[in-house]
Nanobody, 129 residues
Framework: QVQLMESGGGSVQAGGSLTLTCIASGDDFRSYYAGWFRKVVDHVRDEVAVIEPDGTTDYADSVKGRFTISRDNAKNTLYLHMTNLAPEDTAMYYC???????????????????????WGQGTQVTVSS
């Protein structure tokens, strides 16, 4: 099974940019569906983006046009490039992975948080106004 480790979080001012990195180990990452979700304490989990093994991507409406998910299979690495950050983007960001990806009644994006079984430890993103 795959192990995931995120990095790249930090504190930025509104309008700034950050790139999160998730390094996968323990398995061949290229066959996994992979994505990012975020969580604020006492709030529900918020699926952010997903990328399928063939490179197909999907995004939450709240981040479309601002965030870009990508992967480098040769490096077993997943990225989330975030631009024009806003205070409401403040959260702990987690990368997640799954070999199945497609779950009944759910798009891969919807499945990132609740159905993807492999998570990293998270990296904090704080955006100040």
């Amino acid at each position: 099974q795959v192990q995931l480790m995120e990095s790249g979080g930090g504190s930025v001012q509104a309008g700034g940019s950050l790139t999160l990195t998730c390094i996968a180990s323990g398995d061949d990452f290229r066959s996994y569906y992979a994505g990012w979700f975020r969580k604020v304490v006492d709030h529900v989990r918020d699926e952010v983006a997903v990328i399928e093994p063939d490179g197909t991507t999907d995004y939450a409406d709240s981040v479309k046009g601002r965030f870009t998910i990508s992967r480098d299979n040769a490096k077993n690495t997943l990225y989330l490039h975030m631009t024009n950050l806003a205070p409401e983007d403040t959260a702990m960001y987690y990368c997640a992975a799954d070999t199945l990806g497609k779950h009944p009644g759910m798009t891969p994006l919807q499945a990132v948080g609740p159905m993807f079984p492999y998570w990293g430890q998270g990296t904090q993103v704080t955006v100040s106004s």
